[in-house]
């Protein structure tokens, strides 16, 4: 009997060394696409707001003389830029100013970097940048 077990000894271990390996694998895609989606939603959720802020910034003295009521370009880049600024951990962001239908809007992009605590340990890159977008105009009616 003693002889028998010699022989099968580390079969089990290696097993579970190759299927502790796969589980490993499919938690880290787990946890570091759920930290990954949590960015997206937080950069969509950054954009958005930064472009509301940037949407305030009417252009005062036009508004005030009776002339339409547009977005300042200059108050509404340096509004975003504050926003972000203050929220924190933003790499990058962009500002446009679309016309749609004779009205300007602002239209702000922000890029975060996500850095992945788990696949960095199985060969995939350590961080993933994720994009937000949004939209905003000036409402100077009732809505």
């Given at each position: 009997m003693t002889g028998r077990r010699a022989a099968e000894?580390?079969?089990v271990s290696l097993f579970?060394?190759?299927a502790m390996t796969g589980v490993l694998v499919i938690i880290s895609l787990a946890y570091d696409g759920a930290g990954q989606?949590?960015?997206l939603q937080r950069a969509d959720n950054l954009a958005a707001e930064a472009a509301?802020?940037?949407g305030q910034m009417i252009?005062?003295?036009r508004a005030i003389e009776g002339g339409p009521k547009q977005?300042?370009?200059v108050a509404a880049r340096d509004a975003v830029a504050a926003y972000l600024s203050a929220a924190g951990g933003v790499r990058?962001?962009?500002?446009?100013?679309?016309?749609v239908a004779g009205e300007r809007q602002i239209h702000v992009r922000v890029r975060i970097t996500y850095r992945r605590d788990l696949l960095g340990l199985?060969?995939?890159r350590n961080t993933a940048t994720v994009t937000g977008e949004a939209t905003a105009r000036a409402l100077t009616g009732a809505p």
């Open positions: 000894s580390g079969r579970l060394a190759v989606l949590r960015s509301r802020s940037g252009d005062r003295a977005i300042d370009e990058d962001h962009d500002v446009s100013f679309p016309v199985f060969g995939f």
